[in-house]
C-alpha cells in the first residue's frame, strides 16, 4: 500500500534557506514591491501552486517596467531598494555570504 503525501508547503520567508535568498524569497520580495500581497505576508504553509501563481503575477508587473529597476516609479523603486537592503542586511545575518552565490567559472 503507497502512503499519500501531502503536497510539498513553503516554510515561509522567515524560516527560508540564506535568510530568504532563494528563488521563493525573491518572488515573495517582488509580491510586496508591487504589493500584490501585503510586507508582514511570509507565504507559510503556502503550496508550490501559489508561489507560482504569485510568481506570474510578479512577472506581469515586472513586465509592465521592461523588467528594469530604472523603469520602476518612483514610489515603486524606493520601496523595490528599501525591500531589498532589508533583505540582504537580514539574509546576512543569518549566515547569507553574497559571494558564495557568484558561479567563478561562468
Excluded: H
Excluded at 535568498?21 to 500584490?36: L, N, P, Q
Excluded at 501552486?49 to 521592461?66: D, R
Amino acid at each position: 500500500m503507497n502512503a499519500i503525501k501531502s503536497p510539498k508547503k513553503y516554510v515561509g520567508i522567515d524560516n527560508d534557506l540564506n535568510g530568504g535568498m532563494t528563488d521563493s524569497g525573491k518572488i515573495i520580495r517582488d509580491a510586496w514591491v508591487f504589493e500584490i500581497i501585503p510586507e508582514t505576508a511570509t507565504c507559510e504553509g503556502w503550496l508550490v501552486t501559489s508561489i507560482q501563481s504569485l510568481w506570474e503575477k510578479t512577472s506581469a508587473e515586472w513586465g509592465k517596467y521592461g523588467f528594469l529597476v530604472s523603469g520602476l516609479p518612483e514610489e515603486v523603486r524606493q520601496r523595490f531598494e528599501r525591500i531589498q537592503n532589508d533583505a540582504m542586511k537580514r539574509a546576512k545575518i543569518a549566515g547569507w555570504d553574497p559571494e558564495k552565490e557568484v558561479d567563478e567559472d561562468s
